[in-house]
């Protein structure tokens, strides 16, 4: 997949700008605070539907503005797609899709179109911090590559919430109790088939991972990721989860919260055997994240048949020497759009267009 262009109208704290990437690295150079981050806010807003940076739509749109639009053209074996993104403070529907000259009636219609893998500050959350962001890291990169699962995902999270909320009614109407039965089972399938679509995914993405990280490296640390789950990998997954569900009812009555399930998931990653959250270094786990970021890149390929973009906002200035050149040599081979300061930091890599952004103006 490539990007063929990129227009921007009243996002963040662009007016209007037009970019024409390159079919290999186009950076964006520039001081801090001055728009970089923006451009690629934009590309990841295409890919999901949402910013990497806020849950807010409306702080995407340009001070003083009351709309703002990201439109991306894509070039992928199928042909060129087509995507806009409208966001309006007036509209009842704050955010519109548009897929060629059609409306989506669902943001998961916009899912496959654009496919991306971001790198920014934000995702060392994704090692240092709780097992929240080792599923929303995951969930975001299945979402993209089976759209199915995402529509999945959105049923679990609603059985979920119902679930909750029916253990608080039950609290307050004990004649409800028979009612949680079938919520249990719902939980239990739909759990089943998200839980085995995660264990695959860890699986391809710790090989991938392994060998990103090796090079990285240069073989001296050994990056090893497993799938850590209360659903078990069985044919009837399905039927033991609800075993549990079952089993942990008067806890969960007790707690008012389901306790068992998905949401409790998480990555396990280690570093030489010690868990990277705890023991790596600053150093250790930007590479681990680094190298998992790499890992969707190569999951993307095998599973559409061609390679997303790559997003790196200011990456290269937090690696030594050895782990930049060795990173260059990988992104010549996707299309990558880079966010740095000094354009010295790309020393070696295939560089196409330079934009030099300051305050939300780009020349070339």
Not at 92 to 121: D, N, W, Y
Not at 209 to 232: C, F, M, N, P
Not at 311 to 336: A, F, K, Y
Request: aromatic fraction near 4%.
């Amino acid at each position: 997949m490539r990007v063929k262009s990129l227009v921007l109208k009243n996002f963040r704290n662009y007016e209007q700008a037009t970019i024409v990437p390159d079919s290999g690295v186009t950076i964006f150079a520039g001081p801090n605070a001055q728009g970089k981050t923006n451009i690629l806010e934009a590309l990841h807003l295409c890919c999901l539907g949402r910013s990497h940076r806020t849950a807010r739509d409306e702080e995407l749109i340009r001070w003083g503005s009351q709309n703002a639009r990201v439109q991306i053209q894509t070039a992928q074996r199928d042909g060129t797609h087509e995507v806009a993104i409208l966001l309006d403070k007036n509209q009842k529907k704050k955010k519109q899709v548009r897929i060629g000259s059609r409306p989506a009636e669902r943001i998961g219609e916009l899912l496959g179109h654009v496919c991306g893998v971001l790198f920014s500050p934000e995702d060392l959350s994704i090692v240092k911090d709780g097992p929240a962001e080792r599923r929303r890291f995951l969930d975001m990169q299945l979402s993209q590559l089976r759209p199915q699962y995402f529509y999945s995902l959105q049923r679990a999270v609603r059985t979920l919430n119902q679930r909750n909320t029916l253990l608080k009614e039950i609290a307050k109407n004990p004649s409800l109790l028979p009612t949680l039965d079938m919520w249990d089972e719902q939980l239990a399938l739909i759990g089943a088939e998200i839980a085995r679509n995660r264990r695959e995914a860890v699986a391809l993405l710790s090989e991938e991972a392994r060998k990103a990280h090796d090079s990285l490296t240069g073989g001296r640390e050994e990056l090893r990721l497993w799938y850590i789950s209360q659903t078990v990998d069985a044919p009837d997954a399905a039927g033991q989860l609800l075993g549990r569900l079952r089993a942990a009812r008067q806890e969960d009555l007790r707690r008012m919260t389901t306790t068992v399930g998905i949401h409790r998931d998480d990555i396990g990653v280690t570093i030489n055997g010690k868990e990277a959250r705890t023991y790596g270094s600053q150093g250790q786990q930007r590479s681990a994240v680094l190298s998992l970021k790499l890992a969707q890149l190569e999951m993307a390929a095998r599973e559409t048949g061609e390679a997303p973009i790559l997003m790196l906002d200011d990456v290269m200035s937090e690696l030594d020497p050895g782990r930049r050149r060795q990173l260059i040599e990988r992104i010549d081979r996707v299309q990558t759009f880079v966010t740095c300061t000094d354009v010295s930091d790309l020393a070696g890599a295939r560089q196409g267009t330079v934009y030099h952004v300051e305050n939300g103006l780009l020349s070339v």
